[in-house]
């Protein structure tokens, strides 16, 4: 497996820290929204909050894998047409 350049590791270090800020600011959101008196569970919105974002990455790689199939399609037509 390939070692992380410390470039990378500042990157995903900036990147957790995004999404950790990001989760806070949506908490906050929802205990506004929130009753008054009424209990948070902070890891049932966390819970809720991580599968909308895996759901997403999950939408956005399946519509990447059908733009490189249908970019390699493209091109064996263009090599067909060449020869």
């Known amino acids: 497996m390939e070692e992380l350049s410390e470039e990378k590791i500042k990157k995903l270090d900036e990147q ?5 800020e ?5 908490l906050d959101s929802v205990k506004k929204l929130a009753n008054e008196g009424e209990v948070i569970d902070a890891r049932l919105v966390y819970e809720g909050w ?3 974002k895996i759901a997403n ?13 249908n ?3 493209a091109v064996e037509l263009m090599n067909k047409e060449r020869k």
């Open 16 to 20: 957790a820290k995004e999404l950790i």
């Open 71 to 73: 970019l390699r399609i």
């Open 57 to 69: 990455l999950q939408v956005i790689i399946f519509d990447l894998v059908e733009k490189i199939h």
């Open 50 to 52: 991580a599968i909308q």
């Open 22 to 26: 990001e989760f806070y600011s949506h």
